[in-house]
């Protein structure tokens, strides 16, 4: 983990209000005083649905750490049980994945979320794993134990439950049960644990609000939970998509490049709400770059502090630095050499990868290829202005072809025209 302020309990809920992580909670001035005070053993539950985390997750983790950061226990629980079924969606039934694909991705999501929880330090955290409660219950102990404690009404008016239900697709009893293994969870880690606070996103409002209701019911026993809100993008739409897909916390399914473009992309209407979210910087630090996207939006220094940050959090400061070298050598501001392939590869997959067979073609034919250039009058045109650049060469001869020897790592040509129109050309192996 990167350098972070340590908040003080007194704080903590006062921090997080004003970085706008709290969207609702059951009690926020008992919470307060629960946050103020001895510390607490609090969770977030992460369910292994995929075979890695995304952005999206980031916001519990980084809030655990916040909480953890002022003096309270994080409890990471990966569901184990519960990535059997997954929470109903809004988009329609899930696909139950076989027990050996979601212990894979037990694995690996543990493994994630370890990374951003100290484990160590005076408020240790702990990894659970609901599976090892859910997992030796009966049907009927189920049914008897925790099932009798749920209300069919409150369970229908569940705003996720009410919408599948008057859908074509209706919902399954399967999904429809998610809500009462999740309110089983808070249930037994107050049990185990003294746990008394659970934190989640606001589309998890009702089945973080089903544990609080189950401990009130068998225990006696008022306890929290705190929702942040749904990060979304200056214009309402999903936050931590992208035209290639989700944004994935797993370098292999997600590039530490393409992690740290999606950062750097981040429009100014919004960058500074997600620095609030995501940055461990202090406050004077978060106001001074808000100044700086005010004034002199075209410095982009929020955008590039963001991507930094949370490159180096997810990736480590060595892939944030290649990525940073890889980003300025694409534009001329570097060698090209000295990039590794795989960062290199991944670069010039943002910036459109086009593969080709067969002999290396004349610079005009490879700016038609890659895309800069719509016809070969226009490429010849751009040649002839000085604007074509191979492996940041400057190219004057239209019928210019690149030797094999100018493949960087045997594969790749950087094609540029100006200063700011890049592509990559993959040149097969055995051409």
């Given at each position: 983990?990167p350098?972070q302020?340590?908040?003080?309990p007194?704080?903590?809920l006062?921090?997080?209000?004003?970085r706008g992580l709290?969207?609702q909670?059951?009690?926020?001035?008992?919470?307060a005083?629960?946050?103020?005070?001895?510390?607490?053993t609090?969770y977030?539950?992460?369910?292994?649905?995929?075979?890695?985390?995304?952005?999206?997750?980031l916001?519990q983790?980084?809030?655990m750490?916040r909480i953890?950061?002022?003096g309270?226990?994080?409890l990471g629980?990966?569901?184990?049980?519960?990535g059997m079924?997954?929470?109903p969606?809004?988009?329609?039934?899930?696909v139950?994945?076989?027990?050996?694909?979601?212990?894979?991705?037990?694995?690996r999501i543990q493994?994630?979320?370890e990374?951003y929880?100290d484990?160590?330090?005076?408020?240790?955290?702990?990894i659970?794993?609901?599976?090892?409660?859910?997992?030796p219950?009966?049907?009927?102990?189920?049914?008897?134990?925790?099932?009798?404690?749920f209300?069919?009404?409150?369970?229908?008016?569940k705003?996720?439950?009410?919408?599948?239900?008057?859908?074509?697709e209706?919902?399954?009893?399967?999904e429809?049960?998610?809500?009462?293994?999740?309110g089983?969870?808070?249930?037994?880690?107050?049990?185990?644990y003294?746990?008394?606070?659970?934190t989640?996103?606001?589309?998890?409002?009702?089945?973080?609000?089903?544990g609080?209701e189950?401990i009130?019911?068998?225990e006696?026993?008022?306890?929290?939970?705190m929702a942040?809100?749904?990060i979304t993008?200056?214009?309402?739409?999903?936050?931590?998509?992208?035209?290639?897909?989700?944004v994935?916390l797993d370098?292999?399914?997600?590039s530490?490049?393409?992690?740290?473009?999606?950062?750097?992309?981040?429009?100014d209407?919004?960058?500074?709400?997600?620095l609030?979210v995501f940055?461990?910087?202090?406050r004077?630090?978060l106001?001074a770059?808000?100044?700086?996207?005010?004034t002199?939006?075209?410095?982009?220094?929020?955008?590039?502090?963001?991507a930094?940050?949370m490159?180096?959090?997810?990736?480590?400061?060595?892939?944030?630095n290649?990525?940073?070298?890889a980003?300025?050598?694409?534009?001329?501001?570097g060698?090209?050499s000295?990039?590794?392939?795989?960062?290199?590869?991944?670069?010039?997959?943002?910036?459109g990868?086009?593969?080709?067979?067969?002999?290396?073609p004349t610079?005009?034919e490879?700016?038609?290829?890659s895309g800069?250039?719509?016809?070969?009058s226009?490429?010849?045109?751009?040649?002839?202005?000085?604007g074509a650049?191979?492996n940041?060469?400057r190219?004057?001869?239209?019928?210019?072809v690149?030797?094999?020897?100018?493949?960087?790592?045997g594969r790749?040509?950087?094609v540029?025209?100006?200063k700011?129109a890049?592509?990559g050309?993959?040149?097969?192996?055995?051409?």
């Amino acid at each position: 983990m990167p350098d972070q302020n340590v908040s003080t309990p007194a704080s903590v809920l006062d921090d997080l209000r004003w970085r706008g992580l709290i969207a609702q909670s059951t009690d926020e001035r008992e919470l307060a005083v629960a946050l103020a005070g001895e510390p607490i053993t609090f969770y977030a539950g992460f369910d292994p649905t995929a075979p890695s985390l995304h952005i999206g997750n980031l916001v519990q983790l980084l809030t655990m750490r916040r909480i953890q950061n002022a003096g309270h226990f994080p409890l990471g629980l990966v569901g184990g049980a519960t990535g059997m079924i997954g929470d109903p969606r809004m988009s329609g039934e899930r696909v139950l994945n076989d027990a050996d694909t979601v212990a894979g991705w037990v694995k690996r999501i543990q493994t994630q979320v370890e990374k951003y929880l100290d484990f160590d330090g005076p408020h240790a955290a702990r990894i659970v794993n609901n599976l090892d409660w859910t997992g030796p219950m009966s049907a009927i102990d189920f049914l008897r134990d925790v099932g009798k404690h749920f209300r069919m009404g409150r369970m229908l008016a569940k705003d996720t439950v009410a919408n599948r239900l008057n859908s074509d697709e209706g919902l399954s009893f399967t999904e429809f049960s998610y809500q009462i293994l999740q309110g089983m969870d808070f249930l037994e880690l107050y049990r185990r644990y003294g746990c008394v606070l659970q934190t989640g996103g606001s589309d998890q409002w009702g089945n973080l609000t089903s544990g609080t209701e189950l401990i009130r019911k068998v225990e006696g026993r008022a306890v929290h939970a705190m929702a942040t809100p749904l990060i979304t993008k200056a214009d309402g739409t999903k936050f931590g998509k992208t035209e290639s897909g989700t944004v994935w916390l797993d370098g292999e399914l997600t590039s530490p490049y393409a992690f740290y473009q999606f950062w750097f992309n981040t429009e100014d209407a919004s960058v500074d709400s997600h620095l609030k979210v995501f940055s461990f910087r202090s406050r004077e630090e978060l106001e001074a770059l808000a100044e700086a996207t005010a004034t002199r939006p075209h410095a982009r220094e929020a955008q590039r502090a963001l991507a930094s940050e949370m490159t180096t959090l997810v990736h480590g400061e060595a892939a944030t630095n290649s990525v940073i070298a890889a980003s300025g050598a694409l534009f001329g501001r570097g060698d090209l050499s000295e990039i590794d392939s795989s960062t290199l590869g991944a670069a010039l997959t943002e910036a459109g990868l086009t593969e080709i067979t067969g002999p290396l073609p004349t610079v005009v034919e490879l700016l038609r290829e890659s895309g800069l250039a719509a016809s070969g009058s226009e490429a010849r045109r751009t040649i002839a202005e000085g604007g074509a650049n191979i492996n940041n060469q400057r190219i004057t001869d239209p019928d210019h072809v690149p030797s094999p020897g100018d493949l960087l790592h045997g594969r790749y040509l950087v094609v540029r025209r100006g200063k700011k129109a890049v592509a990559g050309i993959s040149v097969a192996a055995g051409s």
